[in-house]
Structures are given as C-alpha cells and as structure tokens.
C-alpha cells in the first residue's frame, strides 16, 4: 500500500527511531512492502521508516536507474534494519540530494566518500557491506533520517541550494 509520505517540518521527521527487536515478523514484512510500495511509486532511491510515520530503525533503498538520479550507478535493492555505519576513511566528497520529503528541492550535501554498513534484512539475517560512491550517500542519507536529520540540515554552501526547477531549468521534472 502507498503511504503519505510526511514533509519536513513534521515533528515526527525528527524523532530518533527505536531498534527492531523482533524479525520476520508479519507486521514487519507488511511495513517493508509499503515501503517500496511508496518508493517506487514516488520514484525514490530509498526511504526510511519515519518518513511514513513509523519510529522504527528500517530503511529501504536501491534502483537499477533512477529518473530522480540519472547519472548514479545502480544500488541493489536493499532492506536495511538497525544500520551502525562506520566510514571508511576521512574522505568526504560532495553531492546533489534530494528527498521525497523536502519536495522540489535540491541541495549539494558533503558525506563520507567510503563506508562499511551493518544491520539486518527483514529475516534476521546479517548484512555487511564495504560501498563508496552513490551507494555510500544513499546509506548515509536513508540512516540520517532514522536520528531524525534531514539532508538540509547538512548543507554547508546555500548557493547550492534550491528549487529543483531553477537549479536544473529545462530537466524533466520529478516527483521529488
Ligand atoms: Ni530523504
């Protein structure tokens, strides 16, 4: 089922969720299938938990090609449950985010250029893997939101901020 999506400004966006503590249980598969559910239909490189209002540590996220990111490599298509992050090293790098819950707008967002991600799928099993890249600011973004942080909060240069339709004049415009 496609939820609401909530939009920045909702208080529920900034909450810091709670841990999974039991898998595979239908309530969680039942919230994971609306999730992408409302990724795709939105066309989202990923979605956390919050984002439709529910305070659990769950992001979902990959695309084989995104309209929203034409130029990003593809991410597997991942279930991501009680996600710790470690970056890899010091190197930052620096990137166009958007986020279905700040709608039209873009911004250049510094993350970690290279990350170890561990957590679980919806079974309980283990996940653990070494990304850089796209991958690696799609982890970073979709875990923000689960300690209630939206990509805005992170823009550091304002003139690399914006509405999508002024920043990109001419692109196909997205359901952002
Ligand atoms: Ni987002």
């Known amino acids: 089922m496609i939820r609401?999506?909530?939009r920045m400004g909702d208080p529920r966006l900034l909450r810091v969720a709670k841990p999974v503590?039991?898998?595979?249980?239908?309530?969680?598969h039942a919230l994971i299938a609306d999730m992408f559910d409302t990724m795709r239909a939105l066309n989202g490189a990923g979605l956390a938990?919050?984002?439709i209002g529910v305070d659990l540590r769950v992001v979902i996220f990959g695309f084989v090609s995104s309209p929203r990111y034409p130029n990003a490599e593809a991410v597997p298509e991942t279930i991501l449950i009680n996600p710790q992050l470690?970056?890899?090293d010091d190197e930052i790098e620096e990137g166009w985010e958007g986020c279905l819950s700040v709608p039209g707008l873009r911004g250049v967002v510094p993350r970690y250029k290279r990350l170890r991600y561990r957590g679980f799928d919806a079974a309980g099993n283990v996940i653990d893997r070494s990304v850089d890249d796209f991958h690696a600011r799609v982890v970073q973004h979709e875990c923000d939101h689960l300690d209630g942080i939206l990509y805005p909060m992170r823009v550091r240069d304002f003139t690399r901020f914006g509405f999508q339709e002024e920043l990109f004049p001419g692109q196909a415009l997205q359901d952002d």
């Open 49 to 51: 938990a919050p984002q």
């Open 4 to 6: 609401d999506v909530l």
């Open 86 to 88: 470690t970056p890899i």
């Open 21 to 28: 503590e039991i898998f595979d249980t239908p309530v969680l």
